[in-house]
Structures are given as structure tokens and as C-alpha cells.
């Protein structure tokens, strides 16, 4: 009876690592089950280490011959689909590597003191980051200051500064959220990390869709802009050194107010799986289509394009690409379904053919947003290149 309990109870262990596992390759349909398909690559190699010990223990139970076969091949089946992601990590950092040096020039972070280089993470993974946590480190925080007031509505901004006072470059933050949701303490883990290694960190709100389309979000952004300019001083910011970062839609405001002429010159941007080409992301989805990306465009921009053709122009950051601009860093993933990453690739293009400097780093395995889970595998890869730009750009 203990036997078979036993049996039973591995068989469920091994059914579930492989459930999980089988996310790293099956896109996920369903907004609801979309948290598995971005989850399950960051987590593969804890579900590679479960794979392992349920095999070595379906070795205990060889006399149960069929139900010895089933786990066998359940546990072998799901050790190689979560190997996958870590398969693939050799050659993704010997591309990422290359095309940082390509255009950034081989030797980038020369400028950097010791102190500043001994700041970022060594490696691009650190398969002991995924048990312990990436450290984040003390830092000074305020949260809900008030920095503009748009028909009636508080928009609030979190800063995250160093322990000392200081001068330090800043890097604006913009949330994601298919400009409908979020909160400037979204990805606070990111903020803090950086705030810890000398960065002035503004987190920043806009007022979301569809009760307000765009360009409401661009002009908030504007707002936070202008009052980062005015108290600068007051909150050991350098104005002259400013970088913006934003992830999905919020990548895509930083595009829009990077590119654009500013009272607060913008040195960088850093955008994480935005999109760039409205128009052509409509007609274009993914699929499948977890989000419904249709749906989230006509609510923000209030139809289709057809119906406000030069909305969707003035709201695409492809659109307004020339020369001169900052240098930008776009992430992708490589098995994202919310955005395609053609469209990154294309925005590298556009932004590279003005003579622009425009780094693009894939990462081969990860879905839309894989950066939510802090210590994951992807997130470890793109902020080991993500730190280093922003050092190339605002340190150097």
C-alpha cells in the first residue's frame, strides 16, 4: 500500500513538472493561461533539477513495470523541453555579446572606473540567482509623489535613489500594461536594483485607456518629464544625464517622447518588448492571441485605422524615426505573442538606416513580459545587457 502510494505520488510530481514544462514550447491561448507560458521558461531550471530527482526515484519503482515506463518517459520528456531555455543561452549571449560590440564599439565600457564596472552582474546567468534572488540592495525610496494633475487626476511617480546623497544620472521607468493598467511600483524590484548602483530611478504614472486615449499617456509622460527638469536639484538628479526605460506599452511611450524634441535632453532609451508600428500590429496579430491585440489598439487609440489613420501614424514610433536620435536598447523575446518581435527587428532597421545607434538583443525562449519574474532566466540575460547600455550611456 506504501508502495503504491508512493508510485502515485511521483506520477503526480512527474505529471506536473511536465505540465509546466510543456509551457516553454506551447504558446499560451488565453490571457488567463498566459502567466504559465511567460512563467515556465524563467523557472526551467528548478523544473529541470524536479525532472532529475523524479527520475532518479522512478528507479525505486522499476518492479512496477508500466507505471515505471510512463514515468520514465514523462520525466524524460519534460527534462528535455525545460533544458531548452539553458540549451539555447550559450549562443543567445555570443549574439548579444556580438552585437553590443558592433555597435557600441569593442571596447564600450572603457570609460567606466572600477568602482562603477565592479557595480554590474559578471555573467549574463547565475543558475544560483534563480534559488538565492538576484540581490537588490539598500536604497532610499519615495513613493506617491504628486508631479501633475490632468483634468482632475493625481498622477504619482516613485523615486528610488542610492543610500548617499548625491548627484546621480537618472533613468525614467514607464510601465507596461496595454496602456490600460499599472502602477509605478510595477517591476519595483528592477527600480531598486538599479537605484542601488547609482542611479536615480523615477518610476512614473500616466492616465490609462480607454477612458483616456491616446495621446493623453504621451503628454503625461511630457509632465513627468518637465517636473524631473524643475526639482532635479532637489532630488540628487543630474537632468543632463537621463536615460528612459518602459516595458510593452510603456516601451513604447519611451520611444515616443525619446524621439521627440524635450526640454530634458534624453542621453538613452531602453525598450522591452513595445510595440512600434500600430497600424501594421493591427492587422498583424499574433497568433494565438492571448490579449487580443485588436481590442487593446482600438481602445487606445479609440478605433481602427481605418477609421484614424493619422492617429495610428502619430502614435507609432516607426513613424517618427530620423537622425540624431538618443541610442536605443530594444528587447525581445524570441516566442513573444503579444508582440512580434519582426516589429523590433524592424524598428532596429529603421532607427539603424537614419544612422542611429540601435542595439537589439533577443532572447530565443522567452514570451512577453518574461522580466516579471525578477530572477528568471531572461531577465538575468537582459539586465546583464540592459545595466551595461545604460553605463555605456549615462556613465561613460
Known sequence: MAGLLSVRFLQLLI????????????????????PLGVGAPEISPGLMVLHVIALLLTFLYHSHKAAFRIMMVG???????????????????QQANATMHTNLGNNYLDKLSP?????????????????????VGKIRQDSDLPFAQ???????????????????????VIYGGAWQRGRPDSNAQFSQYLAA?????????YRHAPRYRFPAQIED???????IRDYASEYDTD???????????????????????????????????????????YYDPPSPDPINVKAVLKTFIGGTPQQFPEQYKQASPIHIVQPNLPP????????????????????????????????????PWAEHAFDAIFSGVSNQFALYYTERFLAWALLG
Open 150 to 172: 490632468p483634468d482632475g487626476q493625481t498622477l504619482t511617480l516613485n523615486l528610488y535613489r542610492p543610500l548617499q546623497q548625491g548627484t546621480y544620472p537618472a533613468v525614467v
Open 328 to 363: 536605443s536598447l530594444l528587447v525581445y523575446g524570441g516566442q513573444d505573442h503579444l508582440v512580434k518581435v519582426k516589429f523590433g527587428r524592424a524598428m532596429r532597421q529603421k532607427l539603424q538606416s537614419k544612422g542611429n545607434t540601435a542595439v537589439m538583443i533577443e532572447i
Open 221 to 227: 509622460v511630457r509632465s513627468a518629464l518637465r517636473f
Open 239 to 281: 537632468p543632463n544625464r537621463v536615460a528612459l526605460l518602459g516595458r510593452s506599452a510603456g516601451g513604447h511611450l519611451a520611444m515616443l517622447a525619446g524621439y521627440e524634441s524635450s526640454d530634458l535632453p534624453i542621453r538613452a532609451v531602453v525598450s522591452y518588448y513595445s510595440p512600434v508600428d500600430l497600424a501594421k500590429g
Open 115 to 135: 568602482t562603477q564596472r565592479a557595480q554590474l552582474r559578471p555573467h549574463p546567468f547565475n543558475v544560483l540567482d534563480c534559488i538565492r534572488q538576484i540581490p
Open 15 to 34: 505529471g506536473i513538472g511536465l505540465f509546466l514544462s510543456l509551457w516553454i514550447v506551447i504558446p499560451a491561448p488565453t490571457f488567463l493561461l498566459l
Open 75 to 93: 520525466g524524460l520528456l519534460g527534462l528535455v523541453l525545460s533544458s531548452l531555455p539553458l540549451l539555447q543561452l550559450p549562443r543567445a549571449i
Open 197 to 205: 548602483r547609482g542611479y536615480a530611478v523615477w518610476a512614473i504614472s
